[in-house]
Structures are given as structure tokens and as C-alpha cells.
């Protein structure tokens, strides 16, 4: 399944944004002193809830990982992806 880069923060998501994206997946982002947030989705499994921060940024070096791949928008609706990454999509495409 389809995913947005993503990562668990314990604090500010948009202060650690950046840092914790180039950890997880070695991308350069460039935040703006205010990060615009999209929106924020909830959701809830069997055993655990999770919060969802959802935010712009603009990326400088793209990682050369190999499970990263880089889409358009206007084909995200022909990816398969789960509930949260899907509400993440609507937000994105209005």
C-alpha cells in the first residue's frame, strides 16, 4: 500500500518535521518559519489511536531510497492506500 512520508514525533510536529523526515526516509526539506499544517486526521485501531499532522513543505535533494516513489496529484486517487494516507489525499486535492 501507498503511503506520505511520514514519522512519530514526541513533540511539535511541525519543529521536528524536517528532522525526523531526513532520519527516516534521507530527504531535504526546507520549512518555512511557519510550516502550514493541511490538516490533522485522527484515527483509531482495535488498540491505539493516532493523530495525524499533515504539512507543506518543499523538498530540496530527493533520497534515492528505493521504496520512495514520487507521484502526481492527480494520480493519487489510482494508488492503494489506508484510511489515514486516503483522508490525507481528499485534504491535499480540496
Given at each position: 500500500m501507498w503511503e506520505f512520508p511520514n514519522a512519530r514525533v514526541?513533540?511539535?510536529?511541525?519543529?521536528?518535521l524536517?528532522?525526523?523526515?531526513?532520519?527516516?526516509?534521507?530527504?531535504?526539506?526546507r520549512a518555512k518559519r511557519q510550516?502550514?499544517?493541511?490538516?490533522?486526521?485522527?484515527?483509531?485501531?482495535?488498540?491505539?489511536?493516532?493523530?495525524?499532522?499533515?504539512?507543506?513543505?518543499?523538498?530540496i535533494s530527493d533520497s534515492k531510497v528505493e521504496n520512495l516513489k514520487w507521484i502526481a496529484l492527480k494520480d493519487l486517487s489510482d494508488y492503494p492506500m489506508g484510511k489515514t494516507d486516503r483522508q490525507i489525499a481528499n485534504i491535499i486535492k480540496g
Open positions: 514526541e513533540q511539535d510536529p511541525a519543529k521536528e524536517t528532522k525526523v523526515l531526513r532520519s527516516a526516509y534521507n530527504l531535504r526539506l510550516v502550514p499544517e493541511l490538516g490533522v486526521v485522527q484515527h483509531a485501531y482495535t488498540h491505539f489511536k493516532i493523530t495525524v499532522h499533515a504539512f507543506a513543505v518543499e523538498l
